[in-house]
Every structure is written in structure tokens, then in C-alpha cells.
């Protein structure tokens, strides 16, 4: 028996939760969500397929969590970029320079949202749903930050949409230029809306 099927046996079952999310966080990223099946989550975590089912009725039920963790990880990463500039126009442009960083990962596909929901369509609605909110939540935020900043109102959703259009564009063109690219332009509309150092 290999030494990864043995630990996840003896793992509670939060832990065994938390490694199947993990495992199917990184599969589907590298395969895509419908590549990735349960037997494969089974090799990969070493969680036996009984007790995945147990911790999993469905796939959408992992798929979801996948979701709500990436989410989760999105926000604390974003936040703390932004928490860490200078002032309310480098906070907004914190933004992009997360981005630049995210697209050079090795493990970089796109944004996993995105990919969810050209994969899926708005087939299943709890997945479309989750994507829904993950990116109203992201456009909330943004707003939040042009307000801080003393920006109009506009500014907001044109600032989500360059950061949304640099995410498609990395993962397609295979480089972190998308990021700079759109700072380029967001450092353009904010001294077009007053927004200054």
C-alpha cells in the first residue's frame, strides 16, 4: 500500500476533505473539471472511492468547494496586495501588479472561475452561481476602492473589466504582459477620473 493511501486513511475526515479540495483544485486546473474523475481523485489523493463518496455525494459537490476555496484564496491574496501599497491610486494599481505575479506562475492556466464556467456553461446553476458571485464580489470590491480613492462611479466596473480581460488573455497568450498592459490602461482611466498619486 503506497505511504499516501495509508496517511489518508488514518486522517479525520476534515483533513481527507481538505486533500480531496486540494487534489481536485490542482487536477482540474491542469486537466480541466470534466477531464477529472473520481478514480482520478481517488489515485491522486489516495482517499479511498467509498469515502470519497461519503465526504462527496456528487462531483458538483466538489467542483463547488473547489470554487469556494479558490474564492477564498483569490480575496485574502487580492487584500492583501492592496492592503500593502501606499495609497488609494497604487492600491487600485496593487490589483494588477498581483495580477503580473499570478500569470508567472508555473501553474498558471487562467482564472479558474472563468475556465469553470466556459467548461461548464451555465449548465449546472449552483456552479454558475458561485462564478456569478465570486465575480460580482470582485466588482464590489474594485468599487469599493475607486470610492475610497475619490473616484466616479464609472471607474469601478471599467477597472474590474481590464482585470478580467488581462486573466483571459495571460492564460491564452502564455505570458504575464497582459498584466502590465492593463495597468498601462488603468493608470490612463484613473488620471482620466482625477485620480491622482
Given at each position: 500500500?503506497s505511504e499516501?493511501?495509508?496517511e489518508a486513511?488514518?486522517v479525520?475526515d476534515e483533513?481527507?476533505?481538505?486533500?480531496?479540495?486540494?487534489?481536485a483544485?490542482?487536477?482540474?486546473n491542469?486537466?480541466g473539471i470534466?477531464?477529472?474523475?473520481?478514480?482520478?481523485?481517488?489515485?491522486?489523493?489516495?482517499?479511498s472511492l467509498k469515502?470519497l463518496?461519503?465526504?462527496?455525494?456528487?462531483?458538483e459537490i466538489?467542483?463547488?468547494?473547489?470554487l469556494?476555496s479558490?474564492?477564498?484564496?483569490?480575496t485574502?491574496?487580492?487584500s492583501?496586495?492592496?492592503?500593502?501599497?501606499?495609497?488609494?491610486r497604487?492600491?487600485l494599481l496593487a490589483i494588477?501588479?498581483?495580477?503580473g505575479?499570478w500569470?508567472g506562475?508555473?501553474?498558471?492556466r487562467?482564472?479558474?472561475?472563468?475556465n469553470?464556467?466556459g467548461e461548464l456553461?451555465?449548465t449546472?446553476e449552483?456552479?454558475a452561481g458561485?462564478?456569478?458571485?465570486?465575480?460580482?464580489d470582485?466588482?464590489a470590491?474594485?468599487a469599493?476602492l475607486?470610492e475610497?480613492?475619490?473616484?466616479?462611479?464609472w471607474?469601478?466596473?471599467q477597472?474590474?473589466?481590464?482585470a478580467?480581460?488581462?486573466q483571459t488573455?495571460?492564460?491564452?497568450?502564455g505570458?504575464a504582459?497582459a498584466a502590465?498592459?492593463?495597468?498601462?490602461?488603468?493608470?490612463i482611466?484613473?488620471?482620466?477620473?482625477?485620480?491622482k498619486g
Amino acid at each position: 500500500m503506497s505511504e499516501a493511501k495509508t496517511e489518508a486513511r488514518t486522517v479525520s475526515d476534515e483533513a481527507a476533505r481538505d486533500l480531496v479540495i486540494a487534489t481536485a483544485d490542482r487536477l482540474y486546473n491542469l486537466r480541466g473539471i470534466q477531464a477529472v474523475g473520481m478514480d482520478a481523485l481517488r489515485d491522486a489523493s489516495g482517499v479511498s472511492l467509498k469515502r470519497l463518496y461519503k465526504l462527496f455525494p456528487s462531483k458538483e459537490i466538489i467542483v463547488e468547494e473547489v470554487l469556494r476555496s479558490r474564492h477564498r484564496r483569490w480575496t485574502t491574496s487580492v487584500s492583501e496586495a492592496v492592503a500593502a501599497a501606499s495609497s488609494p491610486r497604487e492600491q487600485l494599481l496593487a490589483i494588477f501588479d498581483y495580477l503580473g505575479e499570478w500569470f508567472g506562475e508555473n501553474d498558471f492556466r487562467g482564472c479558474g472561475f472563468i475556465n469553470s464556467f466556459g467548461e461548464l456553461g451555465g449548465t449546472i446553476e449552483s456552479l454558475a452561481g458561485i462564478v456569478r458571485d465570486h465575480k460580482a464580489d470582485f466588482q464590489a470590491y474594485v468599487a469599493q476602492l475607486v470610492e475610497q480613492a475619490g473616484g466616479p462611479a464609472w471607474l469601478g466596473p471599467q477597472l474590474a473589466i481590464l482585470a478580467e480581460g488581462a486573466q483571459t488573455t495571460a492564460a491564452i497568450a502564455g505570458t504575464a504582459q497582459a498584466a502590465d498592459d492593463a495597468r498601462r490602461a488603468a493608470q490612463i482611466l484613473m488620471d482620466a477620473a482625477g485620480i491622482k498619486g
